[in-house]
């Protein structure tokens, strides 16, 4: 399982973000398909979106707004690897701006304490590289005008503001947010 990170674009003037990002990522994984991935909390709802630039591609689900913003982020990842189990390319990176998220997924062990999203996201990756899959979970600074990122953001909090949640995930006790 790869994870890498960019966080080399924190001093960087914001004119200058997506030529330096897209430099990076094009010379370190090339013929990679990107997929960015983000969650929104607001009063009404909870909300997350993907995007894939290449084919424009958009994702937006409400979820139950009791679900914690960690939990949301979470989802997002599942969802973007599954739509990599439906593609035919092989060779995919997952961006998202939640470092905790990446935290448990590179760390979790099987426990009556593991999410089972958390779990998901293994078994499917597990799955996808015994089939040739090359996968790379990416982060990247939030809210520093990486297109893809905020794409994704933008879809997460409209998705946050409908009223009902289009997908119905388990939520545990300690994922609802009071």
């Known amino acids: 399982m790869q994870f890498a990170?960019?966080?080399?674009?924190?001093?960087?003037?914001?004119n200058h973000i997506n030529f330096i990002f897209n430099t990076l990522t094009?010379?370190?994984w090339p013929h990679y398909e990107s997929i960015y991935t983000d969650a929104s909390k607001s009063t009404q709802g909870?909300?997350?979106?993907?995007?894939?630039?290449?084919?424009?591609?958009?994702?937006?689900?409400?979820?139950d707004n009791k679900t914690n913003i960690g939990l949301a982020e979470t989802i997002a990842i599942l969802e973007a690897i599954k739509l990599i189990r439906e593609s035919n390319?092989?060779?995919?990176?997952?961006?998202?701006?939640?470092?905790?998220?990446?935290?448990?997924?590179?760390?979790?062990g099987i426990s009556a304490n593991s999410h089972n999203c958390i779990l998901e996201i293994r078994q499917i990756f597990y799955e996808l590289h015994n089939q040739g899959f090359d996968i790379c979970?990416?982060?990247?600074?939030?809210?520093r005008s990486i297109r893809g990122n905020e794409k994704a953001d933008s879809l997460a909090r409209q998705a946050a503001?409908?009223?009902?949640?289009?997908?119905?995930?388990?939520?545990?006790?300690?994922?609802?947010?009071?």
Request: charged share 10%; proline share 4%; glycine share 4%.
């Open 26 to 28: 094009q010379t370190n």
């Open 89 to 108: 390319l092989q060779k995919f990176l997952i961006f998202t701006d939640s470092q905790s998220t990446l935290h448990s997924i590179k760390s979790v």
């Open 137 to 143: 979970f990416i982060w990247i600074p939030g809210h």
């Open 161 to 178: 503001f409908l009223e009902t949640p289009n997908r119905n995930y388990k939520i545990h006790s300690n994922d609802i947010t009071s």
């Open 46 to 63: 909870v909300g997350i979106g993907i995007y894939r630039p290449s084919n424009q591609q958009q994702v937006q689900n409400t979820i």
């Open 5 to 14: 990170t960019i966080n080399s674009l924190q001093n960087i003037h914001r």
